[in-house]
């Protein structure tokens, strides 16, 4: 079945060591996100890639990088987690950018900061 | 305010019951509405697109009033594995590629 597959599905990290979530996906989407959740909250944007075009959002903490080494794999990097970026960090893709297209969500990776 | 709104709940409600809930938007430019469940602690899953002329899936219709900007879902013959938590989300135009969520609203169906 076509898929968005996470990897850790948990992550225990300490304050200010760097951690790496992936992502991939076998749907051949051309559009990768990356969303923070907190409990009781909506997702919130990070940001994305349109194929090999990264897109951040304006509010996003130069903390969060992201890299996109090819169509099938999304990584999402945290380069000094505070105890505030513990949260649900999902993934999703969707075919194309355009404002009408469905996103299909990964399990997400639960991030928790010691 | 908030670009999507809902009533957080919970909703608790007996097996088989009809429920309804509704989600408000605030820009009038935007397009392509959608539910998505989401259970606990779990990632949220699209439960329908919302069309202009509704839609419907089994027990699940999704109506969207424009005029008004809102949409909602309502779910006939409620079953215990239909609590979960359900967020709407829209895009805010044609040319949006962000898809914006509300907080969710929690419903428990309870036998």
């Known amino acids: 079945d076509a898929m968005v597959i996470q990897n850790p599905r948990y992550q225990v990290t300490q304050f200010g060591k760097p951690v790496t979530l992936s992502c991939s996906q076998t749907?051949?989407?051309?559009?990768m996100y990356w969303y923070q959740q907190k409990s009781s909250q909506a997702p919130k944007l990070l940001f994305h890639?349109?194929?090999?075009?990264?897109?951040n959002e304006a509010d996003t903490p130069d903390n969060f990088q992201s890299r996109r080494p090819n169509t099938s794999f999304c990584f999402l990097d945290i380069r000094s987690p505070g105890l505030g970026d513990a949260a649900m960090y999902l993934c999703?893709?969707?075919?194309?950018?355009?404002?009408?297209?469905?996103?299909?969500f990964g399990p997400g990776t639960r991030l928790t900061v010691l | 305010r908030k670009e999507v709104e809902q009533d957080p709940g919970p909703f608790n409600v007996p097996e088989g019951a009809t429920v309804a809930f509704n989600c408000t938007y605030s820009n009038s430019a935007s397009q392509s509405f959608f539910w998505y469940r989401q259970d606990c602690r779990k990632e949220p899953k699209l439960l329908m697109s919302?069309?202009?002329s509704g839609n419907e899936d089994g027990r699940f219709t999704a109506q969207l009033n424009r005029a008004s900007q809102y949409i909602s879902l309502l779910i006939r013959d409620s079953k215990l594995s239909d609590s979960a938590t359900y967020l709407c989300?829209?895009?805010?135009?044609?040319?949006?590629?962000?898809?914006?969520f509300g907080k969710g609203t929690k419903l428990s169906v309870i036998p």
């Open positions: 749907l051949n989407h051309n559009v």
């Open positions: 989300a829209c895009y805010s135009g044609a040319g949006s590629y962000q898809l914006t």
């Open positions: 999703a893709t969707s075919r194309t950018r355009r404002g009408y297209n469905e996103q299909f």
């Open positions: 919302v069309y202009s």
């Open positions: 890639y349109y194929d090999k075009d990264f897109n």
